[in-house]
């Protein structure tokens, strides 16, 4: 039997404990890391007071008629396309977030950002909450894309076509029914909300 | 104990786990298949649960007599039949049955269940002939009974021209359920009667070989056998079905003028298949000839039952999921249509999984005169009809020459619909304008539902809500009265839709 000093082991344990302690340690904090990246994330999303107050057109989704209304909202707004985009379809979200809601979207739906292409194509990013936790229905879809496009089209007239992608990625539809993979006109999103007035 | 004891002992009791499983697995598979007997008759053809007791089989003679036109009547002491003019008694608990003054031994006593009468299966067409005097063949282990000279015989014949095919003409229309698997077409007919006395039958065809008749649990299969991927046809009114092998050069990517019919567990069309949902086929649409004739200049109508397998669709509560409402509207859409003469053809009759893409490209391939996606929704009430929400110019600008009366040329995949789309409309303004003339509310838009915009002939969608008298029960969508109401709304719009639509040729 190999004969261990006794001051060996105790420094031997000793090192042993401490190696787990720092290990604990170092998870906590790549813990704290994350949590705080994810706060910012979100501080991010928030709607930002990027310019004065203005009163803009959102188009409305209502449920229990299956129409969509004209309505104002408030918003900071910038003159910068892209944030401006942003701005307004987070006020439209927004008011679909509120309790109660005219045309109620999960817990999580958010607008990620908007990129403008080409000066006339905006891409719209939604989080995958938005997507995943959206209500399955053709009529129900066609509501969200639809006053989503208005609203986009009547506040940044430049825009002529719209992308929709989810969490940076293509997707086929939203939740089953509205197409996502295709490349939206306003003109014809038009008509399909003069449909739905 | 040593180690090889122990390893040996953990062997078996893998195995013995094994086993457990595979026969509890063997025995939820048996348990699930529920036996039925099924009756052809000139008055009805139906199917009725076959019950297990004393380790005979049994069926309800109230489940039989009712659909014949008779009664069973249990008076405290004796059950009184009385069918197509005749009565009879029976004896619970004896094995003898008094029937027009006769005295019939069964093979088993006649039980008294719950209030309902049952009588041993072996034993029932001697008590039904002797009420009706009537001939029967009753093919036992099958368990299908034919009433009379009833029975729905067919004959099938090759045809090796071009596309190789082969057609099996009933001698009344028919409605299986028809799924496809490598190498082999299958059609189940359930209540239709079909009856033959050969079980083989061979073909001079090198793509379709043979074919063979088999009955199984109050059913009849008829399974094809080819070298390419086969699909069917219907025609006559439902009384033929065409079974067509893909031509040879479909074994490589080919556009929609040359169909490439890849068999999908869930499609009897054919139907490209991906493996990923969201990829898109990689061959544009073609169109080589005129898009609104249909396959062969016929009016052919395109049935697409939404989602299906792990895709439900709309949760429309607990035990209602979208999926399922779809195919069996869409089931009663084309035996409405079937029965009106119209030819159909389903992109899935089971609850398979199909993606968005591969039903496009399956409708593009048989170049219907007409695709209908059929969906459901807890929203609102009635009949929503939707169309593209493309407004038809999109290929013109893109490709010249292109557009409403488009000849030849690639279609881009997102805007196939766009030469159509003015059709759509038509039959769509008009099916709404007929549902509603029929007391069912409708309504017509345009809406940007998937995969109407891939469609490379008249599209439309339905989304059926349920009617305003019921908005708040979401269950009755799934009503067969109400589903039925629907199916003959559309299927009746359809038909004088048709007339509007060929004068827009």
Redesign the interface.
């Known amino acids: 039997m190999i004969y261990i000093p006794r001051n060996m082991l105790i420094t031997a344990v000793f090192l042993l404990a401490c190696v787990f302690a720092m290990g604990f340690y170092v998870l906590h904090l790549k813990r704290q890391s994350e949590q705080e990246a994810a706060r910012a994330q979100l501080e991010n999303l928030a709607p930002h007071p990027v310019g004065p107050e203005e009163r803009i057109p959102v188009f409305v989704a209502y449920?229990d008629d299956?129409v969509i209304r004209e309505e104002s909202a408030s918003a900071p707004l910038s003159n910068e396309p892209s944030e401006r985009s942003r701005e307004v379809l987070r006020t439209l979200v927004n008011r679909y977030l509120e309790k109660p809601s005219p045309h109620p979207l999960g817990e999580g739906s958010q607008v990620k950002d908007v990129y403008i292409v080409n000066r006339d194509l905006a891409v719209v990013d939604i989080s995958s909450d938005f997507a995943n936790r959206h209500?399955?229905?053709?009529?129900?879809?066609?509501l969200t894309?639809?006053s989503m496009i208005e609203t986009l089209a009547a506040n940044v007239p430049q825009i002529t076509k719209v992308k929709i992608m989810v969490d940076g990625k293509?997707?086929?539809?939203l939740s089953?029914?509205?197409?996502l993979?295709?490349?939206?006109?306003v003109?014809?999103?038009h008509?399909?909300v003069k449909?739905?007035q | 104990m040593t180690a090889r004891a122990r390893i040996f002992s953990i062997h078996t009791a893998a195995v013995a786990l094994l086993c457990l499983a595979v026969l509890s697995g063997v025995w939820v598979t048996h348990a699930q298949e529920k036996k039925k007997l099924s009756i052809y008759s000139s008055r009805a053809n139906y199917s009725v649960a076959v019950r297990d007791v004393d380790g005979k089989e049994y069926v309800a003679l109230s489940e039989i007599f009712q659909p014949l036109g008779g009664a069973v009547v249990y008076d405290g002491s004796k059950i009184k039949l009385r069918l197509a003019g005749s009565s009879g008694e029976c004896e619970p608990g004896k094995p003898k049955c008094k029937i027009g003054g006769n005295s019939m031994e069964l093979a088993g006593k006649i039980i008294l269940q719950d209030g309902t009468a049952l009588v041993p299966l072996h034993s029932l067409p001697f008590v039904l002939t002797g009420l009706m005097d009537t001939k029967f063949d009753f093919h036992e282990n099958s368990r299908r009974m034919f009433l009379g000279n009833y029975g729905n015989t067919f004959k099938a014949e090759a045809n090796k021209a071009d596309a190789p095919s082969v057609a099996f003409e009933f001698s009344a229309p028919v409605n299986p359920s028809i799924s496809t698997e490598p190498g082999k077409l299958r059609m189940v007919f359930s209540t239709d009667g079909v009856n033959s006395g050969n079980e083989q039958f061979k073909f001079d065809s090198d793509a379709i070989p043979n074919a063979t008749y088999s009955e199984h649990n109050g059913e009849a299969e008829i399974v094809v056998s080819g070298t390419r991927p086969l699909m069917a046809e219907f025609s006559d009114g439902g009384r033929t079905i065409t079974v067509k092998a893909a031509p040879e050069q479909a074994k490589a990517a080919a556009p929609a003028d040359q169909p490439t019919p890849q068999p999908t567990e869930s499609a009897p069309a054919p139907a490209p298949s991906s493996g990923e949902?969201?990829s898109?086929p990689t061959t544009p649409v073609i169109a080589t000839q005129p898009l609104f004739s249909g396959r062969g200049g016929r009016y052919l109508v395109v049935i697409d039952a939404s989602?299906g397998g792990d895709?439900v669709?709309?949760?429309l509560s607990d035990e209602l999921t979208?999926k399922d409402i779809t195919l069996s509207l869409a089931r009663r859409l084309r035996n409405e249509l079937q029965a009106r003469g119209v030819p159909t053809l389903m992109l899935r009759d089971n609850d398979g999984t199909m993606?968005?893409?591969d039903r496009a490209a399956a409708a593009n391939a048989a170049r219907p005169t007409l695709y209908i996606s059929v969906?459901a929704?807890?929203?609102?009430h009635g009949i929503?009809v939707?169309t593209s929400?493309?407004?038809g110019n999109?290929n013109t600008e893109r490709y010249p020459g292109a557009g409403v009366k488009v000849k030849a040329g690639f279609l881009p995949w997102?805007?196939a619909q766009a030469g159509s789309v003015e059709n759509s409309r038509i039959i769509a303004t008009s099916v709404t304008q007929q549902l509603n003339q029929s007391k069912i509310h409708a309504s017509w838009?345009?809406?940007?539902?998937?995969?109407l915009?891939n469609i490379a002939s008249p599209a439309i969608?339905l989304?059926i809500a349920p009617p305003d008298s019921k908005r708040d029960d979401v269950s009755y969508l799934a009503n067969p009265s109400y589903q039925q109401t629907v199916a003959i709304g559309v299927a009746t719009a359809l038909v004088n839709a048709r007339g509007k639509y060929e004068e827009n040729r």
Do not use: F
Request: charged share 25%; aromatic share 2%; proline share 4%.
């Open positions: 449920d299956g209500r399955s229905g053709v009529l129900v879809e066609s894309i639809a293509e997707r086929d539809t089953g029914h509205a197409d993979m295709g490349t939206y006109n003109t014809d999103v008509a399909l449909a739905m | 949902s969201s898109q989602h895709e669709g709309a949760t979208e993606s968005v893409d969906h929704g807890s929203m609102g929503r939707y929400v493309l407004n999109e997102e805007t838009s345009p809406a940007p539902v998937r995969p915009n969608a989304e």
